[in-house]
């Protein structure tokens, strides 16, 4: 009943910028840690950065300084803004959430969205 949809994805000449966004819905009570993960062919899907229910972020080195995570609490939403883009972030990009679904069972679940392809061209 829970749901993960990106958006946003392209392509895009180096030096570029692109927006993903990751909509959750369904039956949520709560949401932890949002985060965006990458997956390029032939590669291990790989952390790109996660945010917490508080705020608090967390980058791979490779984006440091280039994508920045974001998210909107009230509309589930969690948002990466990826500026001066290379030719080795083409990926899919995926979402994932971390979800409480119900206040009497205090244990969560971890989703996924479907993943949205991400092209750089040099």
């Known amino acids: 009943q829970v749901q993960l949809v990106e958006s946003g994805g392209g392509l895009v000449q180096a030096g570029g910028s692109l927006r993903l966004s990751c909509a959750a819905s369904g039956s949520i009570f709560s949401i932890n840690a949002m985060g965006w993960y990458r997956q390029a062919p032939g590669k291990q899907r790989e952390l790109v950065a996660d945010?917490?229910?508080?705020?608090?972020?967390n980058y791979a080195a490779s984006v440091k300084g280039r994508f920045t995570i974001s998210r909107d609490n009230a509309k589930n939403t969690v948002y990466l803004q990826m500026n001066s883009l290379k030719p080795e972030d083409t990926a899919v990009y995926y979402c994932?959430?971390?979800?409480?679904?119900?206040?009497?069972?205090?244990?969560?679940?971890?989703?996924w969205g479907q993943g949205t392809q991400v092209t750089v061209s040099s």
């Open positions: 945010i917490t229910n508080g705020g608090s972020t």
């Open positions: 994932n959430a971390d979800i409480l679904r119900t206040p009497w069972v205090r244990v969560t679940t971890v989703y």
